[in-house]
């Protein structure tokens, strides 16, 4: 059984909260997660954040979800996931799977086309989201500043003006592979604050900065000509947002932009850590062909113009009806 939180739930969530798995690594680093926190902010102001709250049907395991929706488009982020079994088994990762079964048809239901989840690269919680039907879209490398560079430099970036939104969406859509844009479509611009650089008339590169209590997130899109100014770029933005030792700069590389890694380097990011971004759809295609059309057009007395005589249809294709709970999607992996 799963359902939406409420109050009563209140100390499920704190007392499992201890023990879960944050699934989403920029609300990882750069807040202080507080899942029973989240889950009442959320239920009393609104937002995208849900909580659902899970109970096996033997009732010998509980567990929650944290999911955000994106915003205009219908998939959703897996934020914060725990589980707790009351008798420990030599299989007892398996009891994830339930729950995890059931926060897919629960998004289904709601619309949700798919979910994603960022799982470190070497850990047991990628080979568990394999098992629940998950897979691998792209892998991702997280970048840390603490300390700004001797020598700041001044560029001339400009805040994201709405005019620029057209060229940031086709510099995003010439850079993300089209796996990705599946389930993430459109780039970060309905909160925190974005950066633009032209040269001309022609937009080189977007940079969208998230802050939180514990750090600063960032995610960068420079078209691939403009590799030269890379560097210059990124010590234009650490001169508006410097780091502090306690309050570091992240910087998140997808794989398809693993070029940048050197000019994080060598303006003094370390790596940090290495993630699997991993996704499952909730529908799934289906082949259903539709009745053929020639009796319910001649019943119809459906005309040709010219000659006034009644025309049979030709055979109709089979088409398709798509949706369908609970898939079990092919695409190819580390793309």
Known sequence: MIRSFDLRDCAIIYRLSPQGIPLNMEMALITHTYPLREALYHMVRGGHTTTYVWKSSERDSTGFVQLRVREGVPHAQLLFISNYQEQLTADSTLSWLPLLEAITAEAGRHGILSLEAEVEEDGDELLLLREAGFVVYTRQDIWQLTTPPANPIDLPLQPRQSQDDWDIQLLYANIVPRL??????????????????????????????????????????????????????????????????????????RRYQSWLERPLEKVGFHHNSSQAVMVKHTVQRIERPVSDLSALMEAKAVTNGQTGVVQRSQQVAPRSKFFKTNPHQQPDEDK
């Open 180 to 253: 990705i844009q599946q389930v993430e479509p459109h780039p970060p611009l309905s909160h925190g604050e974005s950066w633009v650089l032209r040269e001309g008339d022609e937009l080189v590169a977007f940079a969208h900065i998230t802050t939180g209590s514990a750090g600063a997130w960032w995610q960068l899109f420079l078209h691939p000509n403009a590799q030269a100014t890379a560097e210059t770029l990124i010590q234009a933005l650490i001169q508006r947002h410097p780091p502090q030792p306690d309050y570091p700069i992240y910087c998140c590389v």
